[in-house]
């Protein structure tokens, strides 16, 4: 057992494995333009594992010499390319490979995990084909809601686009779009609210996401990245699409050199079908629109100009959100309380509410290449961001105690008229963030198994937030102030960032990435550096297995949201949350019905110190901005994907999680009856808000038989219930359970295929695809949040929020 326990610490670290006869094949992975492609997957024809291209779109693979060999070249929405090969004994041959664009045509879309063939993926990669939101039935067809299908992530409201990953929070997420980091609206507090999310797919050519353990040239944030890149047209196309529920169109074209590309698309949506399914009675009046573009330019001079691989090119994105969500509710009457009182709340409302907030973001990336192995990038942006929230509502509440019997003749009767309340509102806030940045990194491969990367970032940040805002509670005449805020705050501040990290390709099965990242903030002159390390390989005697692992110090430097108390005040000594990951993982690639599938399995441990607590109210986080907590977070991922169906992508996928933290000062523990004190021990460890002990997700997809144009697509997630309490008691805080998440969305569609001819300069119609949906398939009464009433007793009632009921939607996509 010791011999063998030596044997195997010795091949993790040192290359053993040699075939009787190899040679090598290097080569330039590219599409249609020159451009290369990164995260190609090369393999070779009957086996399963191989290789994948780096940045600059280089590859290496080793190959059994003296044999015909067949190459498969694949990526993602471009076709699949074969190259025969004989190569001699110790023989390294060089190639360069041009990949196509594959068919615009909806039938030809499926749902790909790129590195399904690639066992050197990097740890907690996934990466997603953004058409398939095209297909997806979800509420406002968000792009978020797949990752909601994923392990490890975790989102329990089809209203809104964000989601908690691995017990982290909503703020706890990296967003990139070419590399331009994207920020969440700040003042939402209710998923009714939000807008859409930024990302487009009819703008998008790759989707990456890391739910944790991600290399040192990503951010500096504890939870997850979205790494999003905008595509490349090569013609005149486009797309428009609309529903009940919203719609969409975009353009793409390029010059007639190809030197100028163009992409730009314009959404809408209308959230009212959704909002009248709510229990709130009320006129609802939401008003969500976004633009973005996408331009690049070939800078390269004529004489140098080469259709491999561009010198010099530039990049130009735009993009406007200007969202507007206006309600004047009139009445609402939710049934609770337990089997032996059931009690009846009816609310009657006066006011209204109104939440408007606009972003515009730009940015500009340049990439110049002085060798094919050694280029730089230089990116600029910038983002301003305008919010206001006004709110005036009262509501007028009454309990009822009522009859819950089948066998009376009016079930559910009010019987008696027990209390009776009011609770005012009332917000005048508005906010203005600016954020202005300018990025340089570096990217040079001394040879064709090693990649250095290097970066540096500064930003200068401006927050404007005038702060307004009480609430009222009325019962029986006796009147409580719960919320009185009003502060006026300006916090101007530069961050710095910094990265360095290493690739190593030890051998054609192991790769090795290392490195290291810094962070200064100008606030509370905090020094953050950040090793990290990750290793990945295949294991040699068994081909179809390969493993994963990554160990790294991961920060968060406190933003304004982190700053700023529940009281309003700012903490400027705030100190960045800490975090050490360990991740660990496999992946067996198999075949079953003679068809392609992958299982993949990790489990992870997060240890966190300096952690700011925080309280969830729908979407908004309202922190206690004290460092006063340590928590850990630990849990398994589970993954299966493959072709169920065949020519369809299913997956299925099952996340286990634990974390708790424990919050200094939280001695004292109430009698949870009667809420009055018991006894002054530690608490302790406590369930964070995010603590979902399981959940489980599954996209399917489904066609006739014989009749691929007819398919299903079904999108379900089930969550154990979130633990959730009162705010402002720390002594019973996470002591409850809500419900159990359950949603199933299903859709069934018809492909229209119409033979068109379409050139560099003309479009005509190329398919129509019609979706009918149920969302909300089994009317799940999901509970998003609770509102807190008293009664004259001082009896607190905890009445819960419900989201959308069953809904039906019709949806078209014409594509040109």
């Known amino acids: 057992m010791h011999l063998r326990l030596v044997l195997w610490l010795a091949w993790l670290f040192f290359p053993v494995l040699v075939y009787a006869q190899q040679a090598t094949v290097t080569g330039l992975v590219m599409d249609e333009t020159g451009a290369p492609l990164e995260y190609a997957s090369i393999i070779i024809k009957g086996k399963t594992y191989g290789s994948q291209t780096n940045a600059a779109g280089m590859f290496k693979i080793t190959v059994p010499a003296e044999k015909d060999i067949v190459l498969v070249i694949n990526y993602l929405s471009y076709q699949n390319q074969e190259i025969q090969l004989r190569l001699k004994n110790k023989e390294n041959r060089e190639i360069k490979v041009k990949l196509l664009t594959a068919s615009n045509a909806l039938s030809t879309i499926v749902v790909t995990d790129q590195n399904f063939t690639n066992a050197n993926s990097a740890v907690s990669i996934m990466r997603l084909n953004p058409r398939i939101t095209k297909q997806l039935p979800s509420a406002f067809n968000d792009f978020n809601k797949i990752l909601a299908t994923l392990p490890g992530v975790s989102s329990n409201n089809e209203l809104t686009s964000t989601y908690s990953v691995r017990g982290g929070n909503y703020d706890e997420n990296l967003v990139y779009v070419n590399g331009i980091e994207i920020y969440r609206p700040f003042l939402v507090s209710n998923a009714q609210q939000e807008g859409l999310s930024f990302v487009n797919p009819d703008l998008v050519r790759d989707v990456q996401f890391s739910s944790g353990g991600w290399q040192p040239k990503w951010g500096d944030k504890l939870s997850s990245v979205l790494n999003i890149t905008y595509k490349t047209p090569k013609k005149l196309a486009g797309s428009v699409n609309g529903g009940l529920i919203g719609g969409g169109v975009h353009l793409e074209a390029a010059s007639k050199d190809k030197r100028i590309t163009y992409l730009a698309g314009v959404r809408y949506k209308n959230a009212q079908l959704v909002f009248n399914s709510l229990e709130t009675n009320g006129n609802y009046q939401p008003s969500f629109t976004d633009a973005q573009s996408y331009i690049t330019i070939d800078l390269t001079r004529k004489s140098r100009r080469s259709l491999e691989l561009p010198k010099t090119t530039l990049g130009i994105l735009a993009s406007v959100a200007r969202n507007k969500y206006e309600v004047i509710p009139f009445y609402r009457e939710t049934s609770f309380g337990t089997r032996d ?75 008696r008229n027990v209390e009776a309340g009011t609770d005012f509102e009332h917000s005048r806030n508005s906010l203005t963030a600016k954020i202005f940045a300018l990025e340089n990194r570096y990217t040079w491969q001394p040879t064709n198994r090693q990649e250095w990367q290097l970066g540096i970032k500064a930003a200068r940040e401006d927050i404007t937030d005038q702060l307004k805002e009480y609430r009222l509670m009325d019962s029986a005449d006796y009147i409580t102030v719960n919320q009185q805020f009003a502060s006026n705050l300006k916090l101007p501040s530069y961050r710095y960032q910094g990265y360095g990290q290493h690739t190593w390709q030890l051998d054609s099965l192991r790769t090795l990435t290392y490195g290291v990242r810094l962070n200064y903030w100008t606030v509370n002159r905090e020094l953050l550096i950040s090793p990290r390390v990750q290793y990945t390989g295949i294991v040699p005697t068994h081909l179809n297995w390969s493993y994963k692992l990554a160990l790294g110090v991961y920060y968060q430097p406190p933003f304004y949201r982190e700053l700023r108390d529940r009281q309003g005040d700012l903490n400027l000594n705030l100190r960045a949350q800490k975090s050490l990951h360990f991740i660990a993982g496999a992946e067996y690639r198999y075949l079953s019905w003679n068809r392609p599938f992958k299982l993949t399995a990790e489990v992870y441990y997060k240890t966190l110190t300096n952690v700011v607590p925080y309280e969830v109210d729908n979407v908004r986080l309202r922190y206690f901005a004290q460092n006063n907590a340590k928590a850990y977070a630990a849990g398994i991922d589970l993954r299966v994907n493959g072709e169920f169906i065949r020519g369809a992508e299913s997956w299925f996928s099952l996340g286990i999680l634990t974390t708790k933290e424990n919050i200094s000062g939280d001695s004292t523990i109430y009698d949870l009856g009667t809420f009055k004190p018991v006894s002054k021990r530690p608490i302790n460890y406590i369930r964070r808000p995010t603590d979902q002990r399981v959940t489980f997700g599954v996209f399917f997809q489904d066609h006739i038989p014989d009749h691929p144009s007819y398919k299903m697509y079904l999108n379900g997630v089930v969550g154990t219930g979130l633990p959730f309490s009162p705010p402002g008691n720390e002594s019973i805080r996470n002591q409850f359970n809500m419900p159990f998440y359950k949603r199933v969305d299903i859709g069934f569609s018809k492909l229209l295929s119409f033979n068109s001819s379409t050139t560099d300069k003309t479009v005509s119609l190329e398919s129509l695809w019609i979706s009918l949906e149920i969302l909300n398939l089994i009317a799940a009464n999901n509970v998003v949040s609770y509102n807190y009433v008293k009664d004259v007793q001082n009896i607190t009632y905890a009445v819960p929020n419900y989201l959308s009921s069953r809904l039906v939607n019709l949806r078209f996509i014409a594509q040109f």
């Open 341 to 415: 009182r059931v009690v009846q709340l009816g609310i009657d409302y006066n006011g209204h509410e109104r939440m408007e907030y606009e972003s515009y973001q730009g940015g500009l990336n340049l990439i110049h290449r002085f060798t094919p192995k050694f280029f730089t990038e230089i990116t600029a942006s910038s983002v301003i961001a305008r919010e206001r929230e006004l709110r005036d509502v009262a509501a007028s509440y009454s309990f009822y105690e009522v009859i819950d019997d089948k066998q009376t003749r009016n079930p559910n009767e009010e019987v």
